[in-house]
């Protein structure tokens, strides 16, 4: 949520700046800007903060807490392209219920200012997403013998207590 704040408050400070400090009107390219920066900088920087982690220290802040790490499946350090795969891969934290709301938010932003077909189906299709991946998520790992999540499975990763 830290992510949300912080992108919200450079969205609306981008608004201020450019409207002469509530002097005058900001521009359109203001209000279209607003959305992609809370958008676009909280899945960007989320995702980067979250690689990052997993590249030095191979867990999340979440997963430090739990106690447990991501590995290869032989144990090593996972590679940095299986990191990403695994993260794009319906990882819930990337894809988690709770950023459903900010997806929504811009595409009601977005579709309004621009009235795109092609961004509502994408918009939607992130809410979607969202709302769906830990349903998937659980199906996967209650149909894997050996319980692993489906973003463990496709990247060839496995979670494991940490030492």
């Known amino acids: 949520m830290s992510f949300i704040l912080v992108f ?25 800007a607003a959305p992609a920066i809370l958008v676009g900088g909280t899945m960007i920087g ?11 220290r191979g867990q999340t802040t979440g997963e430090y807490v739990a106690g447990i790490r ?3 499946q032989d144990g090593s350090s996972p590679s940095k392209r299986q990191l990403l795969l695994r993260w794009l891969s319906l990882d819930p934290l ?8 900010i997806w929504f938010l811009g595409v009601l932003v977005v579709v309004s200012l621009t009235v795109s077909v092609a961004a509502l189906v994408v918009g939607l299709f992130f809410v ?3 709302l769906m991946a830990p349903l998937v998520g659980l199906a996967a790992v209650l149909m894997d013998r ?6 463990d499975r496709l990247a060839g990763t496995v979670v494991v207590d940490a030492e």
Not at 8 to 29: H, K, N, R, Y
Not at 46 to 56: D, E, V, Y
Not at 94 to 101: E, G, K, V
């Open 46 to 56: 989320w995702s980067c903060f979250n690689l990052a982690l997993l590249a030095w």
């Open 128 to 130: 979607f997403v969202c």
């Open 94 to 101: 990337l894809f988690h219920p709770l950023l459903a709301p």
């Open 8 to 32: 919200s408050v450079i969205a609306g400070l981008q608004l201020l700046v450019t409207s002469d400090f509530g002097q005058g009107e900001a521009p359109d390219s203001s209000y279209y």
């Open 146 to 151: 050996e319980r692993r999540a489906l973003h």
């Open 70 to 72: 991501v590995r290869r």
